[in-house]
């Protein structure tokens, strides 16, 4: 059974920075992985961010997030990562990490098993 723990998540001003960190525990295998970063804000639906497949290590990102925001995977940590700059009021949300094997489609939240508990990103302006 996978545990997903994310951290990292806090308030700045618009124009900052955060990484967020998601750490996998209980039996996860790096290998054969989609990772996922995805957000909801109050009255939204769940967005997919950025996801990751670990095998090819390919990754891919929403068009609101392009070159602002960098997913990436330290493998001997089991640690996701979520470097966010030039932050945006419209960023504010909700993250959570999500893993799972044989994703078709990162964006879509209904094909991830795992999900962490979530970490409150607020960007002010």
């Known amino acids: 059974h996978v545990q997903l723990v994310e951290s990292g998540g806090g308030s700045v001003q618009a124009g900052g920075s955060l990484r967020l960190s998601c750490t996998a525990s209980?039996?996860?295998?790096?290998?054969?992985?989609?990772l996922g970063w995805f957000r909801q804000a109050p009255g939204k639906e769940r967005e997919g961010v950025a996801g990751?497949?670990?095998?090819?290590?390919?990754?891919y990102y929403a068009d609101s997030v392009k070159g602002r925001f960098t997913i990436s995977q330290d493998n001997a940590k089991n640690t996701l990562y979520l470097q966010m700059n030039s932050l945006k009021p419209e960023d504010t949300a909700m993250y959570y990490c999500?893993?799972?094997?044989?994703?078709?489609?990162?964006?879509?939240?209904?094909?991830?098993?795992?999900w962490g508990q979530g970490t409150q990103v607020t960007v002010s302006s």
């Open positions: 990751i497949y670990t095998g090819s290590g390919r990754s």
């Open positions: 209980g039996g996860y295998a790096y290998s054969g992985y989609c």
């Open positions: 999500a893993a799972d094997r044989g994703v078709g489609s990162w964006t879509n939240p209904s094909a991830y098993k795992y």
